[in-house]
């Protein structure tokens, strides 16, 4: 078996691969990316679930009051949440579609096509995402952002999202947006590191927009 890979060998590979990159590393400093691996899965999606089209502030107020509803632990079990009355989750703030979601991904978690913590270390990043995105709620950009920051894969590159494009259009002086095929195109070279260059091109678009905030799941 092959000795694991050095912290520095993705901005090694990225600033061979690529001279612009190489220059947004040098400005932005080190890959500072964590993996969150002390949650589940399915804590992540219910999370994910919770955070759709509301601000931080505002989701995790809903969490806590979600949580709440289940003394005695820190985030519930999929059988509790299916257990519990639905508009007792709606009064801590989910609307309907996301108290649907959730009890989607409760099933589909005791049914085995969500996996567990262990069974999703033995699956590619590809076998994770279709198991993921048929649960209601969940697509493609979710199962990624879980890829990168639940389970820390290398090579991920979610060219759907909008602060990714808008970094990729800044650090690369694009007078217009990119594709998403535009980015993943040019992210072959990335290669097998792109979960690092796309943590760059978020910094090159916070730095773009005056903000300095990292994604988390």
């Known amino acids: 078996m092959s000795p694991p890979a050095r912290r520095t060998d993705p901005l090694r590979h990225l600033c061979r691969a690529d001279p ?33 089209q509301l601000h931080d502030q505002a989701a995790e107020s809903i969490l806590k009051r979600f949580c709440s509803l289940f003394p005695g632990r820190r985030f519930p079990r999929p059988e509790q ?15 309907r579609a996301k108290v649907a979601a959730l009890r989607d ?5 005791l049914d085995g096509t ?32 879980l890829l990168i920051f639940q389970l820390g894969r290398p090579d991920v590159l979610p060219v759907d999202d ?10 690369y002086g694009l007078p217009s947006m990119p594709t998403p095929k ?13 979960t690092a260059a796309a943590w760059y091109l ?10 300095a905030k990292i994604i988390t799941l």
């Open 20 to 52: 612009v990159m190489r220059r947004l590393i040098r400005d932005v400093g080190p890959f500072l990316l964590k993996a969150r691996a002390r949650r589940s899965p399915f804590e992540s999606l219910a999370r994910a679930i919770a955070y759709q």
């Open 81 to 95: 949440i299916l257990a519990a009355d639905p508009e007792a989750i709606r009064r801590a703030g989910f609307s």
């Open 105 to 109: 991904l409760a099933e589909k978690v």
């Open 114 to 145: 969500v996996p567990t913590g262990r069974m999703v270390r033995a699956l590619d990043d590809e076998a994770i995402i279709e198991r993921l995105i048929v649960v209601r709620g969940i697509g493609r950009w979710t199962a990624e952002m």
């Open 162 to 171: 909008f602060g990714l494009r808008n970094g990729f259009r800044i650090a």
């Open 182 to 194: 535009d980015v993943l195109r040019y992210g072959e070279r990335w290669k097998p590191y792109r």
């Open 202 to 211: 978020w910094r090159a678009a916070d730095r773009g927009s005056g903000k």
